[in-house]
Nanobody, 125 residues
Framework: QLQLVESGGALVQAGGSLRLSCAASGRTSISYNMAWFRQPPGMDREFVCAITYNGRRISYADSVKGRFTISRDNAKITLALQMNSLKPEDTAVYYC??????????????????WGQGTQVTVSS
């Protein structure tokens, strides 16, 4: 099993920046693709971005492209999300996810096996 713990969520003003982190523990000897999803208030969970196990491929949702950057440190077994130029519509609970299906970067949440508990990001206007 793999455990994921997110941190870094906060209240921030529109136009500001925030960095989320996700620490992995447990069965970390296996390679995982990793991703960030988010769930805005009253809405379904949605894909934000994902990165392959080796960091060579990255995929972003159109809504965050150019503003958010995903990165990973395999030595420390952590995943990060740098969020710049934040907008009120970025308000959501942000989740870290992982999968040992390395074939491709999936955008459907049911394709991801492991999830963190989420961290709240609130962007005020």
């Amino acid at each position: 099993q793999l455990q994921l713990v997110e941190s870094g969520g906060a209240l921030v003003q529109a136009g500001g920046s925030l960095r989320l982190s996700c620490a992995a523990s447990g069965r970390t000897s296996i390679s995982y693709n990793m991703a960030w999803f988010r769930q805005p208030p009253g809405m379904d969970r949605e894909f934000v971005c994902a990165i392959t196990y080796n960091g060579r491929r990255i995929s972003y949702a159109d809504s965050v492209k150019g503003r958010f950057t995903i990165s990973r440190d395999n030595a420390k077994i952590t995943l990060a999300l740098q969020m710049n130029s934040l907008k009120p519509e970025d308000t959501a609970v942000y989740y870290c996810a992982a999968t040992n299906d390395l074939a491709t970067l999936r955008r459907e949440d049911y394709q991801w096996n492991y999830w963190g508990q989420g961290t709240q990001v609130t962007v005020s206007s």
